[in-house]
């Protein structure tokens, strides 16, 4: 089955304390995506990735990191979290063509106390 | 840069009435535009997407949108809805010319059907 998924779903943590959330898809799309959703402010973008080791900041990149060393996986990294991280995580893929759909993984549901 | 507006935060509506869910958008570029809907506990998924050609484009479960050009919009409409149809229906657009192909997206639109 074509899918996006990502793990944790839910998570719980305290300030500081170093996360990473996985994102893993198994269609060979080239484009991968990470998005925080908040309520008012719809889907904003955090960072993509053209392809393997090609990677660039969206909207909202500050405390944020990403590496893509393989095609399938687009990891999280939050070095540090703040409270104003605690969100719904979503990560998404397409093919390399601009047009296509962009699948969405099932989200990561993140709280930092 | 572009931007998307959705009107409405919640519509409630009865079962088998009809719904129109509001999207404006501001671009000064050529935009392609999509409507995404994200059940209860679930990611996103793509309703319709409006890429050229016929202004109406339709999905497979009675929704449609019309691209209005001139007054920058593409409203998600359905006739009659159902039960199963509640949910947060989210408008968005990208640039055509960038090919990195970020999604923006509007503030989401609460479809609440009730019985």
């Known amino acids: 089955e074509a899918q996006v998924t990502q793990n944790p779903r839910y998570l719980i943590t305290v300030t500081g304390k170093k996360l990473t959330v996985t994102c893993s898809q198994n269609m060979n799309h080239e484009y991968m995506s990470w998005y925080r959703q908040d309520p008012g402010l719809g889907l904003r973008q955090i960072y993509y990735s053209m392809n393997v080791e090609v990677t660039d900041k969206g909207d909202v990149p500050e405390g944020y990191k990403v590496s893509r060393k393989e095609k399938r996986n687009f990891p999280l990294i939050l070095e540090s979290p703040s409270p104003n991280q605690t969100s719904l995580y979503f990560c998404?893929?397409?093919?390399?063509?601009?047009?296509?759909?962009?699948?969405f993984g099932p989200g990561t549901r993140l709280t930092v106390l | 840069a572009q931007s998307v507006t959705q009107l409405d935060s919640q519509v409630p509506v009865f079962e088998e009435a009809p719904v129109e869910l509001r999207c404006n958008y501001s671009s000064s570029v050529s935009v392609y535009l999509f409507w995404y809907v994200q059940y209860p506990n679930q990611g996103l998924q793509l309703l319709l997407k409006?890429?050229?050609?016929?202004?109406l484009v339709e999905s497979i479960n009675g929704f449609e949108a019309e691209f209005n050009k001139s007054q920058t919009s593409f409203h998600l409409r359905k006739p009659s809805v159902h039960i199963s149809d509640t949910a947060e229906y989210f408008c968005a657009v990208s640039d055509r010319r960038n090919q990195g192909g970020k999604l923006i997206f509007g503030q989401g639109t609460e479809l609440s059907v009730k019985p």
């Open positions: 998404a893929s397409r093919t390399g063509q601009h047009t296509d759909t962009q699948y």
């Open positions: 409006y890429l050229s050609g016929s202004t």
